[in-house]
């Protein structure tokens, strides 16, 4: 059997995919993993062992492009933008994805919708099987919890039933995404679809996320099959640097934001917040470039790390609430201030409060006064002790589940 596994996205996207092909290739399929062919993900596919097929782009040139032509959009012509980027992702995600699906029975999908919409049309043209993969609940169409909020589409002021805002997600969807979608359809000689979520979304939906952090309440708008977190082991060993580190002196406080694009002065804001608590501080560079704010030496700055040997060893971990990061964060027990930016972050901060295994920072933007409130409530005794009891309800085989399903689903048809 032959598995394409496509995502488009950054390293929260990625890693979960190559650990699904990991699994994938263990139990006998024959895998291709398309994702942005940036040289950190070439590297992570390289570790795993699962032969990579790059995408359209590196994401990192593509976020990059992006954020330029929203800096230059009036503020009103987000939406049109927002849809001129979703017709480019289609088209040229399309060619790649053609490419890398040759010979392949089956498609598996993740990332942005318009990649996912590629990869959609790829498996109707050539006859695969294809399913649609999630890290989060509120992606997914429920009765339990509202939609996404999108640019330029705000949702009905007054209207509390949720079944009602799913149907006018729908009209949002086609409304950014129709165009693109429908024109690439047209291309190809293919007729319209008047429902492009429910055409990329398809029926069932696999939903890879950890029931404890990310519980999935069943729905009748939604066959949701929730797997856990898709993890890939790490045995990459700690820097020595690092390591002398971390054996000289008290648990220090790790601060991190992946590829959150923060502000400058995050750096500065965190390792004071964390100083004016009698703290050290590992700090990550992130696609931020954060680093160093002084020679002082109760800092260390570092790259692509090992979170699943540095959180068991740290007094609290500072992140953006990304879903990988939460659930690395949670598996080592440690406690966690989350600072929510974009997307499904400000929902894993809600979760983190509610377990009560860490603080939701409020709002995107911490002063030091404010990261250190956080700190405080985040490193008290009982959070650390709640952080351990839920550390041992963490699933750790979500990406094993994920793959033999899979096979068995693939292979009844």
């Not at 045995?235 to 790790?254: H, I, M, T």
């Amino acid at each position: 059997m032959r598995i394409l596994l496509s995502t488009y996205g950054s390293r929260g996207d990625v890693e979960p995919v190559v650990a699904l092909g990991e699994r994938l290739q263990a139990l006998g399929a024959e895998v291709r993993v398309s994702v942005p062919g940036d040289e950190e993900f070439a590297a992570l596919c390289a570790r795993a062992g699962v032969p990579l097929a790059p995408a359209f782009s590196p994401v990192r040139e593509w976020v990059k492009e992006m954020i330029r032509r929203r800096r230059s959009a009036s503020p009103g012509s987000v939406a049109a933008l927002i849809s001129g980027q979703a017709a480019e992702i289609v088209a040229r995600q399309y060619e790649a994805l053609a490419a890398a699906a040759e010979g392949c029975d089956a498609v598996v999908a993740c990332g942005l919708l318009p990649s996912c919409a590629a990869a959609r049309l790829i498996a109707e043209q050539k006859g695969m099987r294809y399913i649609l993969g999630t890290f989060c609940p509120i992606w997914l169409p429920s009765a339990h919890h509202r939609p996404h909020e999108y640019p330029g589409h705000p949702l009905p002021a007054g209207v509390t039933d949720n079944r009602l805002l799913w149907k006018t997600d729908i009209a949002t969807k086609n409304a950014l995404f129709g165009e693109a979608i429908n024109s690439h359809r047209a291309s190809l000689g293919l007729p319209a679809v008047e429902n492009v979520r429910d055409y990329v979304f398809g029926d069932p939906v696999l939903l890879a996320c950890d029931p404890m952090l990310g519980p999935w309440l069943p729905s009748d708008l939604t066959d949701a099959l929730q797997t856990g977190a898709w993890i890939l082991p790490d045995a990459r060993p700690l820097a020595d640097g690092l390591e002398a580190f971390l054996d000289v002196g008290s648990p220090p406080v790790y601060v991190g934001f992946g590829s959150i694009a923060v502000a400058s002065e995050a750096a500065r804001t965190a390792i004071e917040a964390i100083r004016a608590r009698g703290r050290r501080t590992v700090i990550a560079h992130g696609w931020a470039e954060l680093g160093l704010i002084d020679d002082r030496d109760d800092c260390f700055a570092v790259g692509d790390i090992n979170q699943q040997a540095l959180f068991g060893r740290v007094a609290a971990v500072i992140h953006h609430g990304g879903a990988g990061t939460t659930v690395a964060a949670a598996r080592a027990g440690a406690p966690q201030v989350v600072v929510p930016q974009i997307g499904d972050q400000p929902y894993w901060a809600r979760r983190v409060a509610e377990l009560g295994i860490g603080a939701a920072h409020d709002g995107p933007t911490p002063t030091a006064e404010s990261l250190a409130v956080a700190l405080d409530k985040a490193m008290v005794p009982e959070t650390r002790t709640r952080a351990g009891e839920v550390t041992r309800l963490i699933r750790a085989d979500g990406a094993a589940v994920a793959a033999k399903l899979l096979i068995e689903m693939f292979s009844r048809t």
